[in-house]
């Protein structure tokens, strides 16, 4: 019969959001992060204290030559420690040497990239259209000139009908002489690409200056092979684990690729150096789904992509010594575990404090609302105001118009104003006031004005 021991020796590392020391309580320590709670509930079960056994090599568990093996596996194999924990994937090769629990949860590798964020603005005239399609537009523009001048047996120069054309483009009159119908079909061809590159151009620089283009970044493992193989990206991953060598040991060359050019650049991070692999967006972090979860996905806040793309899926449990005599419980606690879904619930109350923790570093953007007919209809009563005011400076000589002051009967929906008791109210303001406001901006245009209320213009527009 084995002798179970009186106080049990955990191997692990530190890793960022997964395994964190926390401070020393009595005769333990206080461990945070996913597996540090996990193990928690283990200990707390099992009802048996525990000293920690650190790897001094910051590794997860590699077989050498000798035939030993390195980081929290080699601390088991050794006998230095009765368990293991920290995201410890079960392989047929570390079931050689040790032996492991249930799983208590299932997960794959894969990478998360730094978002790239978007193209300026700046460039929007441009990427309305990719390249291919420009190419053509600057084809078609410098042939249909030449077109025009040999079929419509016209006097003008090429450069004259280039300009007359290029007027279509930006809906402007232009003076071509239609007297036959070939001339006439060749025109309203003209016509018809001009309205339908304006039209899609208009629609595409709309669309690219209201929500900016993305900039393109690595979705799966070969896009992210091609880009370390570009030295656009680095990629890193986890010292000691199996990913490197599953890489390694592919039938695919860019995995193949990758992984020889992980371990020849030395590209591991271990402990807090993820933290401040995160930080560098030229860097990709290979390791487990659940852990870059953490700090990548759509969400405004995290600063990293995680993507669909997996190179295998694998089994996470504790690592144990050979006949250790707390297997069966272990098990029973660990079955218990799973049927609660306390892992997913872990993961979320973890992924929460970490949102909470960057909140302060969120960037405001404005809230997006629809236009609704109100807005169109504000902007029709602006515009007729306005041509108004326009037919009085025509008919008014004198002087110049200015405007001195705007007292408005509004009833407002979308505007926050403070200290309104009501939706209405009564403002009576002089230009310059207006100018400070971002509502002034607009003048009409900025509010929504109720059917039932009287909105009107109080003094004079014009001095």
């Given at each position: ?72 596996v080699g601390k088991v194999q050794k006998g230095e420690a009765d368990i293991a924990i920290n995201t410890l994937a079960m392989t047929e090769e570390r079931l050689k040497v040790i032996d ?49 001048r040999c079929l419509l047996n016209s006097n003008n120069s090429y450069i004259q009908i280039m300009f007359q054309l290029s007027g279509l483009l930006l809906k402007q009159s232009v003076n ?61 991953a986890a010292k000691g684990t199996f990913a490197i060598n599953t890489l390694v040991n592919s039938q695919k060359e860019h995995l193949r690729d990758l992984g020889e050019t992980i371990i ?200």
């Open positions: 019969m084995v002798d179970c021991p009186e106080t049990l020796r955990v191997a692990t590392v530190e890793s960022l959001f997964s395994m964190n020391i926390g401070e020393k309580k009595t005769e333990s320590f206080k461990l945070l992060g996913i597996d540090g709670i996990i193990f928690h509930i283990f200990q707390k079960v099992l009802n048996i204290p525990f000293e920690l056994v650190i790897a001094e090599d910051a590794e997860w568990g590699r077989s050498l030559q000798n035939g030993s093996w390195t980081g929290m492991f629990s249930h799983s208590y949860v299932v997960d794959k590798i894969t990478f998360a990239v730094p978002k790239p964020g978007a193209y300026p603005n700046s460039l929007a005239f441009i990427q309305a259209f990719d390249l291919t399609v420009w190419i053509s537009i600057v084809f078609v523009f410098f042939l249909t000139p030449l077109l025009f071509f002489n239609l007297e036959s119908y070939k001339n006439v079909v060749l025109f309203l061809s003209w016509c018809f690409f001009a309205a339908v590159v304006t039209l899609y151009y208009s629609a595409n620089l709309s669309s690219f200056l209201t929500v900016p283009l993305e900039m393109p970044f690595a979705r799966n493992f070969k896009e992210l092979s091609d880009a370390v193989s570009r030295g656009s990206l680095k990629c890193f020849r650049n030395e590209w591991y991070f271990s402990g807090d150096s993820l933290k401040s692999l995160t930080a560098d967006s030229y860097t990709a972090v290979m390791t487990g789904s659940s852990l870059l979860k953490m700090v990548a996905g759509l969400e405004v806040w995290k600063s990293y992509y995680l993507s669909d793309d997996s190179i295998m899926s694998f089994n996470i449990g504790v690592v144990m010594k050979k006949d250790f005599c707390y297997k069966e419980k272990l098990n029973k606690i660990i079955s218990r575990f799973n049927s609660a879904g306390l892992y997913d619930k872990i993961i979320r109350d973890e992924s929460f404090k970490l949102w909470i923790t960057n909140s302060k570093e969120v960037p405001k953007t404005l809230l997006e609302i629809p236009l609704s007919l109100a807005d169109f209809l504000a902007k029709c009563r602006t515009d007729v105001l306005r041509n108004f005011t326009d037919v009085g400076n025509d008919c008014d000589d004198i002087c110049k118009p200015s405007c001195r002051s705007v007292r408005y009967d509004i009833s407002l929906s979308k505007a926050s104003w403070p200290n309104l008791n009501h939706q209405q109210f009564v403002m009576n303001r002089s230009f310059e006031q207006w100018s400070h406001l971002p509502e002034a901006l607009g003048l009409l245009d900025a509010l929504e004005y109720d059917e039932n209320t009287t909105d009107f213009v109080n003094d004079t527009f014009f001095r």
